[in-house]
């Protein structure tokens, strides 16, 4: 079983629409971050999560991070065919010290 | 500012054969973690290297090796490839001691075991 559970596995989805995944836990992390990832390419960093209940904003994208420190999610307002790759889910666990990722959502955006 | 550059960008090897991948970090990174994404899957951390040793290492046989060399670049060796190995192989580098956990990733190398 994966450390990071991410949920869902894969999500399509028209221009315009809401959308929100989800990563769980029943680990306690340090901190967790998101990452997209496009076809071809490695993972890009796109916010890192430290305090439990914390909430990020970057445009359109809000991530917010669980009270407990073991689950966050992320939540994309008005979805843009842009917005089409694998969003990753990361952590450094509380006892340990190298990163470790969920197996991901595939998110597809349709024009 | 180069980022990360991994190399080759794509090979093919048959079973048994061994391979060498290759990563440069992003410039004033000093630490170099290697990651093994099967399809459709998340990355899973190989082991991480910091002033030439290895610092950490997942759950992978002693088939992965890797080395750090003093300007930071590192290579990830696999031997006695299987075809399960197949695989795109991501490399990231971070600064060790930021606090930050920070990865930067390369483009990956993708290896195709035949």
């Known amino acids: 079983t994966q450390l990071l559970e991410q949920s869902p596995q894969f999500l399509s989805i028209q221009e315009g629409e809401n959308l929100t995944v989800y990563c769980n836990s029943s680990s306690v992390f340090s901190s967790l971050q998101w990452y997209r990832q496009e076809p071809g390419e490695g993972p890009v960093l796109l916010v890192t999560v430290v305090t439990g209940g914390e909430v990020k904003k970057l445009k359109r994208l809000t991530f917010q991070f669980g009270d407990a420190r073991k689950d966050s999610s992320l939540h994309i307002t008005a979805a843009q065919p842009g917005d089409t790759g694998l969003y990753l889910c990361a952590g450094v666990p509380h006892n340990n010290n190298d990163m470790r990722f969920g197996a991901g959502t595939r998110l597809t955006v349709k024009p | 500012d180069a980022g990360v550059t991994q190399s080759p960008t794509h090979l093919i090897k048959t079973r048994g054969q061994q391979v060498t991948l290759r990563c440069s970090p992003k410039s004033g990174h000093d630490t170099v973690s290697w990651y093994q994404q099967a399809l459709g899957q998340g990355p899973q951390f190989i082991f991480q290297?910091?002033?030439?040793?290895?610092?950490q290492r997942g759950n992978f046989p002693d088939r992965f090796s890797g080395h750090q060399f003093p300007n930071y670049s590192s290579e990830l060796n696999v031997n006695a490839l299987l075809l399960g190995d197949s695989a795109l192989y991501l490399c990231?580098?971070?600064?060790?001691?930021?606090?930050?956990?920070?990865?930067?990733f390369g483009a990956g190398s993708r290896l195709t075991v035949l």
């Open positions: 290297y910091y002033e030439e040793e290895e610092r």
């Open positions: 990231a580098s971070s600064l060790f001691n930021s606090g930050a956990n920070v990865l930067t």
